[in-house]
């Protein structure tokens, strides 16, 4: 049963720094494209960054180069997403998923939330 688990949330300053974590069980994240995306209230989920399956790295968003970046660890199918710099506009719920949707379907996570505030 496929399964992705978000950590690591929190609430922060303006300035502060999160790590994200996302351990996925019922497949290895070798095999996918895995990719970060985001929801603040009230508005549609976004992309925020993607890794290939040959550790390739894209930052969707451009307001997140530079201050974010995501990484893996295939022998523990965890995918992470260091954030620095964190701003007020990087408050939202934090899901992952494999890129496209060929494993994990319509399934999402619960994800894990971020608030940025002073």
């Known amino acids: 049963q496929v399964q992705l688990v978000e950590s690591g949330g929190g609430l922060v300053h303006p300035g502060g720094s999160l790590r994200l974590s996302c351990v996925a069980s019922?497949?290895?994240?070798?095999?996918?494209?895995m990719s970060w995306y985001r929801q603040a209230s009230g508005k549609e989920r976004e992309l925020v960054a993607t890794?290939?399956?040959?550790?390739?790295?894209?930052y969707d968003l451009d307001s997140v180069k530079g201050r974010f970046t995501i990484s893996r660890d295939v022998a523990k199918d965890t995918v992470y997403l260091e954030m620095n710099n964190l701003k007020p506009d990087d408050t939202g719920v934090y899901y992952c998923?494999?890129?496209?949707?060929?494993?994990?379907?319509?399934?999402w996570g619960q994800g894990t939330q971020v608030t940025v505030s002073s």
């Open positions: 998923k494999d890129r496209w949707g060929r494993i994990t379907h319509d399934y």
């Open positions: 019922g497949f290895a994240i070798r095999e996918y494209a």
């Open positions: 890794i290939t399956s040959a550790d390739g790295t894209k």
